[in-house]
């Protein structure tokens, strides 16, 4: 594979990140072919030592999720750390994406009920001094506070509990492809 071919490669599966990042990779890797050019090795034995394009630029792609997510604690962050990680490929994805699916189920779900809860805590703060509410009018405004209290204190646990979950699955994402990657990248006699 000519450099060019290689480096066209691997700015198109950098395509989606910023332009910024993908010219500053794309400078290291040009310099990366010049350096090993002016040491007298072949545009097709850096290539080869560097490995596939496609899956190279999973890696750095997955590489700025993370410190994307680590730079910015945002929900659009972190989703583009996931969407990385599962792009890279590196665990069996039969596997993990249903599990994955189920639990992002289930945190929307949680969401979308503490939503749910705090609106009636406030509809109950509202309305329920001006309905015959049991306890009277005290009762209702403690009710819909409580509510709501509650509502937020388990949204900010549950939003620990969401940022603790893309850690761990990015921790992993790296762990497991140190292990693999000998297997991917055998290492070659050097004669």
Same mark, same amino acid.
């Given at each position: 594979m000519t450099r060019d071919e290689f480096l066209r490669r691997l700015q198109r599966g950098l395509k989606g990140l910023? %332009?910024?990042t993908v010219g500053d990779i794309m400078n290291d890797y040009a310099e990366h072919f010049a350096a090993a050019g002016a040491e007298g090795r072949s545009d097709a034995e850096v290539a080869e030592a560097l490995g596939?394009?496609?899956?190279? %630029?999973?890696e750095l792609r997955l590489e700025a999720g993370i410190r994307r997510w680590e730079e910015a604690r945002s929900p659009s962050s972190a989703w583009t750390a996931v969407i990385a990680f599962l792009g890279l490929g590196a665990i069996?994805?039969?596997v993990l994406l249903p599990v994955l699916v189920t639990v992002l189920a289930v945190i929307f779900g949680l969401y979308v009920a503490l939503l749910g809860v705090f609106v009636g805590g406030g509809v109950t703060l509202f309305t329920g001094p001006f309905s015959d509410f049991p306890g009277g009018t005290a009762a209702a405004v403690l009710c819909g506070l409580g509510l709501m209290a509650g509502a937020v204190a388990f949204t900010a646990l549950l939003s620990i509990f969401s940022i603790w979950l893309v850690n761990a699955l990015l921790w992993f994402g790296r762990l497991h492809y140190r292990v693999i990657e000998p297997a991917i990248k055998p290492e070659r006699d050097e004669p």
């Open positions: 910023p %332009a910024e596939d394009p496609a899956r190279l %630029a999973r069996d994805i039969l």
